[in-house]
């Protein structure tokens, strides 16, 4: 499967942003579905998994709250929906799937630029 990441950009303390991940090549559905991301000089970080059919979420504990997973596996599209932002959200975002619900995660997109200022 194949990977596109969009939606990221420069907001504001507190706003809000939503990044897609467009999927292409596979079945969508037959994939868990994951974000991570990677601030400069840090490494990449989890940031929220999704089940096949939406029934299992997990979030790191830095977003609980504020960001939202989802995914329409009618347009081969997950979504990450990320209010209250905080300039320590500043990364750059990746989106990434697997086929099984544990494991690495072996498929990535390039990655969205999100840039909180304060």
């Known amino acids: 499967v194949q990977l596109q990441a969009s939606g990221g950009g420069l907001v504001q303390a507190g706003g809000s942003l939503r990044l897609s991940c467009a999927a292409s090549?596979?079945?969508?559905?037959?994939?868990?579905m994951g974000w991570f991301r990677q601030a400069p000089g840090k490494e990449r970080e989890f940031v929220a998994t999704i089940s096949w059919s939406s029934g299992y979420r997990y979030y790191a504990d830095s977003v609980k709250g504020r960001f939202t997973i989802s995914r329409d596996n009618t347009k081969n599209t997950g979504y990450l929906q990320m209010n209250s932002l905080k300039p320590e959200d500043t990364a750059v975002y990746y989106c990434a799937a697997r086929l099984s619900a544990y494991g690495e995660y072996g498929y990535w997109g390039q990655g969205t630029q999100v840039t909180v200022s304060s």
């Open positions: 090549g596979r079945t969508f559905s037959n994939y868990y």
